[in-house]
C-alpha cells in the first residue's frame, strides 16, 4: 500500500517555542492531506484539509493563525504549531489522499508532541 | 450528540473468541465506512471499507452495515493476540472528510 511518512516521530519543546511536523507521501503524488489531533483514550480529530497550491481549509474550533499548514509540493504538507502551550501537546497524525481513490486516506505514523 | 458513537472498551477476550465491534453514526449523509485498527503510538491502519448496507468479508474480518438503523459492525473470528489494539470506525461523505468514533480498545488474551 502506498505510504505516507512523518517527521519527527516525536518531539519535546519549550512552552512559547514553534514546532514544525512534516507530512510526506513517499510513492505517490497527493493534492490533498488531512492533519489530524488525538488525544489519549479518544478518537482522531480532524484540524485542517491542507491542499496542495491553496491555502488550507480548517475545522471550527481550529485557530489557523496557531497551526500553519503549508503545502508547497505534492508530496510535502507541513504543521507549524506556533507558541505551543502544554495544551497543545498531544498525537499528531497526517494522512494523505489517494490520488485514484478519493475516499481512502493513507496516514501517517503519527508525531507525538509534548510541550513542557 | 456526536456524529459517531463508539463503545471505547476496553473489550477483553480469550483466543479465539469472535469480536462484534459496533458504532452508530446520526449523519444521513455519509455515504461509506470504514474500520481502521490503531497500536499504540501508531497511525491507524485501513482494515476494510463499504459503501452500502449489507455484509463484506476479508479473511477474519466482516464489516457490516445497516443505513436504515445508522449502524455499523466489525466482526473477527478466531480472534489472536495480535488482533489486539484499538479499532476505529469512520464514516465519510461526499466531500471526503472522515469523521472518527471514539476508538474501541481490544485485548485478545491468550
Known amino acids: 500500500g502506498a505510504v505516507v511518512s512523518q517527521h519527527p516521530s516525536w518531539v519535546i519543546c519549550k512552552s512559547g517555542t514553534s514546532v514544525k511536523i512534516e507530512c510526506r507521501s513517499l510513492?505517490?503524488?497527493?493534492?490533498?492531506m488531512f492533519w489530524y489531533r488525538q488525544f489519549p483514550k479518544q478518537s482522531l480529530m480532524l484540524m485542517a484539509t491542507?491542499?496542495?497550491?491553496?491555502?488550507?481549509?480548517?475545522e471550527q474550533g481550529v485557530e489557523k493563525d496557531k497551526f500553519l499548514i503549508n503545502h508547497a509540493s505534492l508530496t510535502l504538507s507541513t504543521l507549524t504549531v506556533t507558541s505551543a502551550h502544554p495544551e497543545d501537546s498531544s498525537f499528531y497524525i497526517c494522512?494523505?489522499?489517494?490520488?485514484?481513490?478519493?475516499?481512502?486516506?493513507?496516514f501517517g505514523p503519527g508525531t507525538r508532541l509534548l510541550v513542557l | 450528540q456526536k456524529e459517531v458513537e463508539q463503545d471505547p472498551g476496553p473489550l477483553s477476550v480469550p483466543e479465539g473468541a469472535i469480536v462484534s465491534l459496533n458504532c452508530t453514526y446520526s449523519?444521513?449523509?455519509?455515504?461509506?465506512f470504514m474500520w481502521y485498527r490503531q497500536y499504540s503510538r501508531k497511525g491507524p491502519e485501513l482494515l476494510m471499507y463499504?459503501?452500502?448496507?449489507g455484509n463484506k468479508e476479508d479473511g477474519r474480518f466482516t464489516a457490516q452495515v445497516d443505513k436504515s438503523s445508522k449502524y455499523i459492525s466489525l466482526f473477527i473470528r478466531d480472534s489472536q493476540p495480535s488482533d489486539s489494539a484499538t479499532y476505529l470506525c469512520?464514516?465519510?461523505?461526499?466531500?471526503?472528510?472522515?469523521?472518527f468514533g471514539q476508538g474501541t480498545e481490544l485485548s485478545v488474551k491468550p
Open positions: 494522512s494523505a489522499r489517494d490520488p485514484l481513490d478519493q475516499e481512502t486516506q493513507y
Open positions: 510513492d505517490f503524488q497527493a493534492t490533498t
Open positions: 491542507s491542499n496542495e497550491g491553496s491555502k488550507a481549509t480548517y
Open positions: 449523519n444521513s449523509a455519509f455515504q461509506y
Open positions: 463499504t459503501y452500502s448496507s
Open positions: 469512520a464514516m465519510g461523505d461526499q466531500g471526503g472528510k472522515l469523521i
